[in-house]
């Protein structure tokens, strides 16, 4: 089975850019949703988004204008960066892997702070 | 965007109790409807995807049913092990979103 491990830093001052990698352990073979969700501080789950096998791109409107997804295949990775972080971001970070079907397996999560 | 609501929020149960967690869209999702089982410092774990279909590994006592816009996740025989947070997802539309959650705890 598929093993994904999110990695970047854990603390991100206000206002800057919060970027994680996710490493895939079988390299990117087959047509998935390469995607991330994270956990705020009440347990709610959040639907960031996905970037395709083929580079498609969706992410959740309400982020949409801060954040980028990027395939980095010839290192296994692939990552996520959000712009102009406030403490609102303050979550736990997971990277998943996503079948067209919505069959998802997911990292154990990285937790990220924002704060000064 | 698809709101979802689950219900109840908490719930308290002997082992071998059956327990029900139901989960309801804004608008028809067909069966495109995902459940998930968060533990502390644990990968979400997915249990039943298009609505009543069984992940591999999962046990046999976890079961999913509905379609349209009401679902119901059941545990046929509450376990220690279950303790944990029940999410649903709806996978028709993006945003993909996520139920509020059910805590599962043991009496």
């Known amino acids: 089975q598929v093993r994904l491990q999110e990695s970047g830093p854990g603390l991100v001052k206000p206002s800057e850019t919060l970027s994680l990698t996710c490493n895939v352990s079988?390299?990117?073979?087959?047509?998935?949703?390469w995607s991330w969700i994270r956990q705020t501080p009440g347990t709610r789950l959040q639907w960031i988004g996905y970037?395709?096998?083929?580079?498609?791109?969706a992410y959740d409107p309400s982020l949409k204008s801060r954040v980028t997804m990027s395939l980095e295949t010839s290192k296994n990775q692939f990552s996520l960066k959000v712009r102009s972080v406030t403490a609102a971001d303050t979550a736990l970070y997971y990277c998943?892997?996503?079948?067209?079907?919505?069959?998802?397996?997911w990292g154990q999560g990285a937790p990220v702070t924002v704060s000064a | 965007e698809i709101q979802m609501t689950q219900s109840p929020s908490s719930l308290s149960a002997s082992v071998g109790e059956r327990v029900a967690i139901s989960c309801q869209a804004s608008q028809a999702i067909n069966t495109y409807l995902q459940w998930y089982q968060l533990k502390p410092g644990k990968a979400p774990k997915l249990l039943i995807y298009d609505g009543s279909h069984l992940e591999t590994g999962v046990p046999s006592r976890f079961s999913g049913s509905g379609s349209g816009t009401d679902f119901t996740l059941t545990i046929s025989s509450l376990q220690p092990e279950d303790v944990a947070i029940y999410f649903c997802q709806q996978f028709d539309d993006s945003p993909f979103t996520f139920g509020p959650g059910t805590k599962v705890q043991i009496k």
């Open positions: 998943g892997r996503c079948s067209a079907a919505g069959r998802c397996y």
């Open positions: 079988d390299g990117f073979i087959g047509n998935f949703y």
């Open positions: 970037i395709s096998y083929n580079g498609l791109r």
